[in-house]
């Protein structure tokens, strides 16, 4: 169902063209929101999904480790659509391995992606956030984080790092705002059925010489009390009600949407 809630307001979101980043710009582009994508792989199906939504999309290949090619999507999205009203800040990585057999450069992506991406895009789109509604400010800043932006789990160092660092960007943001219409707030998803974890999965039943079905029920069965995925819709979800008036003062939260992963 499309409403208006979001109508005329630009929604930036990295790493959109699959998984989690796809759900939130879908249910943000149902809310009216014009669109900015960003990722690797197919986009015209993503487009054309949004489109149907009856919004307009723009497109940015930014590679999100390279903060010049974010600098220039960001400049694209202001061109394109005047400024940008919600940055969702998505794009990210995994690597799975103990620190000792860690790859440097493994690490030096993760932190690049799921970390100091959010700071470059968060310190561009701050100022044109910042001079709206007179002045007064307006804008949505929704880092996606992960139960481990709170929690660990052995062998996601990288990961793990960078998660608990976007959880501590997403409160000084918060902070730093806290008087004007920008807020800033954190959604830490636990597992997700997306390529992303269906790579973990996979990796599970061959080292396990167990089917995909055994694999998914001992991942799940592990962390999460639901034995429930979350879903990108779910996720989606989320993302409006921070970008609804309802938002307007939940600052530099880190919502956890996890099956009870960590209230154990
Ligand atoms: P995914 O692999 O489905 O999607 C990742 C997206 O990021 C894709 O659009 C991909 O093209 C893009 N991307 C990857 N590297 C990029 C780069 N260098 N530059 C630009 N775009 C790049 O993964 P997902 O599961 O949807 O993950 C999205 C976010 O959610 C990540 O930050 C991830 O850490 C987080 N998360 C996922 C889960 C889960 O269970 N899937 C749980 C918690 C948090």
Redesign the pocket.
Known sequence: MQTTLLKGKTALV??????????IAKALAAQGANIVL????DVQGPRADIEALGVKVAYH??????PT?IAEMMAHAAAQFGRVDILV??????HVARIENFPPEKWD?II???LS?AFHATRLALPAMQAADGGKGWGRIIN??????LVGSAEKSA?VA??HGIVGLTKVTALENATSGVTCNA???????????Q?QVDARAAAGGISTEAATAQLLGEKEPSLQ??T?EE?GALAVFFCSPAGNNVRGVAWNM?GGWTAQ
């Not at 960003?38 to 792989?41: H, I, K, L, S």
């Not at 290949?61 to 390279?66: I, K, L, T, V």
């Not at 800040?89 to 995994?94: H, K, S």
Request: net charge neutral.
């Open positions: 990295t790493g959109s063209t699959s998984g989690i980043g796809l759900g960003n990722g690797f792989g290949g930014a590679d999100m480790s390279r090619e800040n998505n794009a990210g990585i995994q992506a690049a992606i799921n991406s996606i984080a992960s139960v481990h932006g990961y960078a998660k959604i830490c998803p636990g597992w997700v059925l997306t390529p992303l974890v790579k995925f979350t990108p996720l996890d």
